[in-house]
């Protein structure tokens, strides 16, 4: 069984959002609401203050907090190492929206990011928080996938019903294989500069291994023990001071 993990280049990743906006239209998300954020912030001070950006999906952590607190189970792990939210079974009580130490969970119910409300201008049918102009391909509460439902807490679930259909044995899921294409998550089949990897973390010989081996691959926030199964990585090696949350230890 393989442990899916992604590998992003903090070099080649030019901050366009093509990854945000694939990840929209194949998760149904509310404008505003990114399961793949990019996030801008300005280093170094006037007059030569830097631009920079970093790009941050569900970590899908090896010791997930927000599955430890979940008092319904709704939050759970896949025998394949991936951390997903049953819709059915989630209360909306939001414990792992507070446990989870990288903030990328999203409530149904809370106040729009962007106005107008979004979810006014196209109701949702039934349970259903809201009725996309664009649809995704699925709807499939128990793996989360699909529209989120009313009352409950969504987050990015690695493009679940592509990846869970990929070969037995894949060591990576790589857009430039014709045959594995279709299962390769949005955000990194959408990546024009081919900064996204994804591939088994347990197989020494994938792609997504040798990168993290070869480039000191780097884990954000790895202190609070979640051990991420997205890692950093950039030309020089990630521990070369790229990724912002592990800059001051690398340093010194
Ligand atoms: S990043 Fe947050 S939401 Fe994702 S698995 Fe880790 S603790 Fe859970
Ligand atoms: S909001 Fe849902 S997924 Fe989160 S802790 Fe509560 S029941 Fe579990």
């Keep these: 069984m393989a442990k899916w993990g992604m590998v992003i280049d903090l070099e080649k990743c030019t901050g366009c959002q093509a990854c945000s906006t694939a990840c929209q239209m194949e998760n149904n998300r509310l404008p505003g609401e990114n399961y793949q954020d990019v996030l801008y912030y300005t280093e170094g001070k006037h007059p030569t203050p830097q631009l920079k950006w970093f790009p941050r999906p569900c970590m899908h952590c090896e010791e997930p907090s927000c599955m430890h607190v979940c008092p319904t189970k709704a939050t759970y792990k896949t025998e394949d190492g991936v951390v997903l939210i049953d819709w059915d079974k989630c209360i909306g009580c939001k414990y792992c929206m507070i446990a989870c130490p990288y903030g990328v969970r999203f409530y149904t119910d809370e106040k729009p990011l962007i106005e107008p409300n979004i979810k006014q201008v196209f109701k949702g049918d039934g349970d259903l928080s809201w009725n ?3 649809k995704g391909p699925q709807q499939d509460p128990k793996h989360g996938v699909g529209i989120q439902p009313n009352g ?29 294409v279709e299962y390769v998550p949005a955000c990194v089949r959408t990546c024009a500069p081919k900064a996204r990897y994804f591939g088994d973390l347990d197989n ?43 800059r001051s230890n690398t340093k010194a």
């Design 132 to 134: 996309p102009p664009y």
């Design 204 to 246: 020494p010989n994938s792609q997504v291994s040798r990168l993290i081996s070869d480039k000191q691959g780097t884990r954000l926030l790895d202190h609070t023990g979640n051990k991420p199964q997205v890692y950093y990585v950039s030309g020089g090696g990630a521990a070369s001071g790229a990724v912002p949350g592990t």
């Design 152 to 180: 409950v807490v969504s987050k990015c679930n690695f493009c679940y019903h592509k990846i869970s259909k990929a070969p037995k044995g894949t060591a990576d899921l790589d857009e430039s294989n014709p045959e594995l």
